[in-house]
């Protein structure tokens, strides 16, 4: 081909630059999958990632609802981008600001009225309308929080791999409406992607050297789908399907509810090697006085059934929850009960919040709200249990060979750090080569938030 040096440069001297694109993420994994699927969407439009808003060309906020103040930092966020939207005015340039996910979802217009700069409102379901947002923007504000009825998957590109561990989107909303919970309301209702879509997407990061998948949905064991064999699947079945494509080598999934634990996913645990040993299973409360009020529709006795019947397939298998404390109405019995349910189970690590009313939730009207001093209190409480918990589980690793997906560089020389089958954070001296990869490793020591190993034997390939 006759190469002409000079037009080259000259066409390369025309490319337009890429445009800069910031996204601040709060929240749960999903809004942290659903950043990384805008930032995708965005990318044939020409925007490339930056790590400051300084300089970006548009920036997005993606907010969380699920606990008080969410809204009020979006707003003092706000303040500050709005102050670097004149600066870059000032300098004849323009700066979109967009605020996306659950907060613009239940407050897009009064975001609008009170921050009249931003230029688009988009909720968790339009993300794939993006681009057509962002041309439009600039001259007016664009707001779309609908519930269209083409669900977004249809409409994004497959998703990209960004290391040995990724996030796979196969269902979302959810239709239990806990009385403390926004998601209902925000997310939407509960909408499964069929089995063949999924199994395409994890395949594609599978050949692009992705080996642990974590499967996301709001409440993820509640997917079932269109099977490849026509049939319905849960998510047991999926699991089985998924676990058979090479090169995955990890199998996760979260967040579940009680309720949705089937015994075809209970066996998936026992039967599936690749699905790993670690369950965030959350209860929120051991009492069921207070389950009722929260809806949950299960009593304490209920989970902890479940959980016997979890560890009878899966000896090893580790759990860990959430629970939310001060929830309108609980007594110091109430609470007690809770206390008594984390010692029975015994949780490997667990989240523990303090009830927030949410605006438009049935718990929020309640009038037995608990004093913010008691919640304080029990909070403490429950936090000391559970880190006492977890620094005993940890301990129990001392000895045991696991094998860690070794995903990112150590924090000194020489070190990787990874990921135990728990969660747990790693650390092992161990040569560069093995970035990326499983290897079995003996555990050495712990602390409470991470623990050291040593090399066993390496392993070629994970
Ligand atoms: N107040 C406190 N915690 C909440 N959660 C959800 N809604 C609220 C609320 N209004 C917690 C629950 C849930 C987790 C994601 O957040 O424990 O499992
Ligand atoms: Fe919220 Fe989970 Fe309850 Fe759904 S199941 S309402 S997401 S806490």
């Known amino acids: 081909m006759d190469f002409k040096p000079d037009s080259a440069i000259d066409s390369i001297k025309d490319m337009p630059l890429p445009k800069k694109l910031f996204i ?85 217009k009064q975001i609008l009225a009170r921050a009249p700069y ?90 692009q050297g992705v080996v642990e998948i974590t499967l996301l949905g709001q409440n993820v064991n509640a ?29 996760r999934y979260t967040t579940s509810h009680p309720l949705d634990m089937d015994d075809a996913l209970i066996a998936a645990h026992g039967e599936v090697d690749k699905l790993m040993p670690f369950l965030h299973l959350p209860v929120q409360s051991g009492s069921d006085r207070i389950l009722a009020a929260m809806n949950r529709k299960h009593r304490a006795e209920d989970y902890l059934r479940i959980v016997e019947k979890l560890r009878a397939a899966r000896s090893d298998l580790a759990l860990s929850s959430d629970f939310i404390v001060g929830f309108p109405g609980e007594t110091e019995d109430d609470f007690a009960q809770t206390l008594d349910l984390i010692r029975t189970v015994g949780f490997a690590s667990a989240y523990a919040f303090k009830y927030s009313p949410r605006p438009g939730t ?24 559970l880190s006492k918990q977890s620094v005993a589980f940890n301990q129990t690793c001392i000895g045991r060979t696991m094998d860690v997906l070794l995903d990112r560089p150590g924090r000194r020389a020489g070190q990787l750090g990874g990921r135990s089958p728990y969660m747990q954070a790693v650390h092992v001296h161990a040569p560069a080569a093995l970035l990326n990869t499983v290897q079995p490793l003996r555990i050495v020591a712990a602390y409470p938030n991470s623990l050291t190993a040593e090399i066993v034997e390496e392993r070629a390939c994970a």
Not at 168 to 195: I, M
Not at 227 to 250: T, Y
Not at 366 to 385: G, M, P, T, W
């Open 118 to 207: 931003v230029d688009i409102v988009l909720g968790p379901q339009t993300y794939h309308r993006l681009p057509a947002m962002v041309a439009a923007a600039g001259t007016r504000a664009v707001v779309d929080c609908e519930f269209p009825p083409e669900p977004k998957f249809d409409h994004l590109p497959a998703p990209g791999a960004d290391g040995p561990s990724a996030f796979l989107s196969v269902q979302e909303g959810c239709d239990k409406f806990c009385t403390f919970c926004v998601v209902p309301y925000t997310r939407g209702a509960e909408y499964s992607r069929p089995a063949a879509a999924i199994l395409k997407d994890a395949r594609g990061l599978a050949d």
């Open 362 to 385: 049935p718990a929020a009207d309640l009038d037995n709200q608990i004093s913010a001093e008691e919640s304080e209190a029990r909070h403490i409480r429950l936090l000391a249990l």
């Open 24 to 108: 601040r993420t709060y929240g749960c994994q999903m809004n942290a999958y659903d950043s990384a699927r805008m930032a995708e969407v965005l990318a044939p439009m020409g925007y490339a990632q930056s790590d400051v808003p300084e300089g970006a060309d548009l920036v997005i906020i993606n907010t969380c609802h699920i606990r008080e103040h969410a809204s009020e930092k979006v707003f003092s966020e706000l303040g500050r981008l709005r102050e670097l939207k004149a600066e870059r005015a000032s300098g004849g340039e323009n700066m979109l600001i967009a605020v996306a996910g659950c907060v613009a979802q239940a407050e897009g």
């Open 223 to 251: 997917w079932h789908g269109d099977g490849i064999d026509k049939q319905v699947w849960g998510l047991g079945r999926l699991i089985r399907a998924l676990a058979e494509i090479p090169g995955l080598a990890r199998i």
